[in-house]
């Protein structure tokens, strides 16, 4: 009787931990909103909110340090709430303010990571996917400083590199507890949830995303504004709660809130690449590797189909004449399609010529450096040598994670592995249609998950290094 009751307390309380959004992670949630109501607050009512905005941004910089997950989950699917909100508050983007803001959360990351490392026993080492991560950007910035023949896109690239790839990528592996990466988890849901709300008050009431095409939430006075990264934000909650669902708790009411007006706007940003790559995520995970039975599948299957259906009898006819137009590109060259297009030829071109060590960082494309693929990115920039170590880290990604996957026991670890293995396909299919090699957080991220899940299931204790760091910082 003594072991019944142990038993279902045990269970009780592993339901518990793993519970989709836990006490702490609404007490900050409401912290955020708070905080965000706060500067939008003080944005209309203020002239003056420097010391306002002193305030507010160190209460948000210790919650970082102490909370490193959420920085994190901030960088991976949470960009679009920081446009947003500058948005609001009248204030225009740049690229200094976006530096800024991605050094703060790299920095709080990576702090807030060592100084929790630090008070427990932890032994951090090195696996052979971060050496060719160190080896292959190593390689980026040396071809930069050989090769480059200085193109501003040469220059953006290797600045933004160690903001958006190879500082998240550090902070990522640095993750030592299956608690802080399912709050991550919870975290990257959290971010998108919060948008759910001002989207549709800005697609009822501003009269700017009345018959826009695509949609964003926010466009700044001067145009600019991010549909792709919109997208990306909803695809990707749709890929944890979906996971989630199916894999643990089942669907329930809670869920639908979050996935019906999700799935809807994921539609209405007009991201076809966003949009694509979560349709094949999906199969993907359905064919593959669902541990679920086939009743299920099929159910999941007509569901996703039938909210898809909805949305699109839900959009504007401009956005729907925008999807049409991705098969009618022949007809016309001025189209994005076309312009990929054009811009992959020229690109597998660069390749031919260099097809060793490439034409060098920002040469490719007539000097653009953008061909909106980063697979012929690195072929044409860095050559076979760039693009074999492209391919080993992705394949030793998708083997470690396959192999934690079919051998660890505990299902809630396997959850989190499987979510970041479709992440990591997510981002990856997404980058063959936009972005460029030091721009893909989401994909860079999803890999150190993946390392990081992978090292904790083989972790053993003591690490001095780290507690050495964190001593002297």
């Known amino acids: 009787m003594l072991t019944n009751y142990s038993s279902t307390r045990t269970a009780k309380n592993t339901l518990t931990n793993i519970s989709w959004i836990s006490s702490s992670d609404r007490t900050l949630l409401a912290l955020l909103l708070i905080s965000a109501a706060a500067a939008i607050a003080l944005g209309g009512i203020a002239q003056n909110t420097a010391a306002g905005a002193a305030i507010l941004g160190a209460a948000i910089l210790l919650t970082l340090i102490k909370h490193p997950e959420l920085a994190l989950a901030v960088l991976f699917n949470g960009v679009i709430v920081y446009f947003y909100l500058l948005c609001k508050l009248g204030v225009e983007t740049s690229r200094i303010t976006t530096s800024a803001f991605y050094l703060a959360l790299v920095g709080t990351a990576i702090l807030g990571f060592i100084l929790t490392i630090s008070r427990r026993r932890y032994n951090f080492h090195l696996s052979l996917t971060d050496i060719l991560f160190i080896c292959f950007f190593s390689y980026i910035f040396l071809n930069y400083f050989v090769f480059s023949e ?18 998240p990528y ?7 507890r299956e608690k802080t990466i399912r709050n991550f988890f919870n975290y990257c849901v959290i971010l998108a949830a919060i948008l759910i709300i001002p989207s549709f008050y800005e697609l009822l009431v501003n009269p700017t995303f009345e018959n826009s095409a695509r949609f964003s939430a926010y466009e700044f006075s001067s145009g600019v504004d991010n549909p792709i990264l919109f997208g990306l934000t909803f695809g990707t909650l749709l890929i944890i709660v979906g996971t989630w669902i ?54 999941t299957v007509i569901i996703l189909s039938m909210l898809f259906i909805s949305a699109y009898h839900f959009i504007p006819q401009t956005t729907i004449d925008f999807y049409k137009s991705t098969f009618d590109y022949q007809y016309m060259p001025e189209s994005s399609v076309s312009q990929r297009l054009t811009m992959w030829q020229q690109a597998l071109h660069d390749f031919k010529s260099k097809p060793i060590l490439g034409v060098g960082v920002g040469n490719s494309v007539w000097g653009g450096g953008f061909p909106h693929n980063i697979v012929l990115e690195v072929a044409a920039e860095f050559g076979l040598v760039g693009l074999f170590m492209l391919a080993a880290i992705c394949f030793l990604s998708i083997q470690k994670a396959m192999t934690f996957i079919n051998k660890t026991p505990r299902n809630d670890l396997k959850i989190c592995m499987k979510i970041s293995l479709l992440l990591f396909i997510y981002s990856f299919i997404e980058a063959q ?24 299931r083989a972790g053993s204790p003591g690490s001095q290094t780290l507690k050495k760091l964190a001593a002297a910082i």
């Not at 550090?170 to 030592?176: D, G, K, Q, R, V």
Request: aromatic share 10%.
């Open 150 to 167: 200085k193109h501003e896109a040469a220059y953006i690239k290797i600045c933004y590199a160690p903001l958006l790839v190879v500082g």
């Open 170 to 176: 550090f902070a990522t592996i640095l993750l030592s």
């Open 246 to 299: 199916l894999e643990r708790d089942g669907l329930k009411a809670k869920h639908l809130v979050l996935v019906i007006p999700s799935t809807f706007l994921l539609v209405r940003a007009g991201s076809r690449g966003a949009l694509l790559s979560f349709i094949i995520t999906i199969v993907f995970y359905i064919v593959v590797f669902a541990k679920i039975r086939l009743k299920t599948k099929l159910l």
């Open 433 to 456: 249609f936009s972005g460029y090699i030091t721009n893909q957080t989401r994909l860079f991220i999803s890999i150190g998950l993946i390392s990081s899940l992978a090292r904790m």
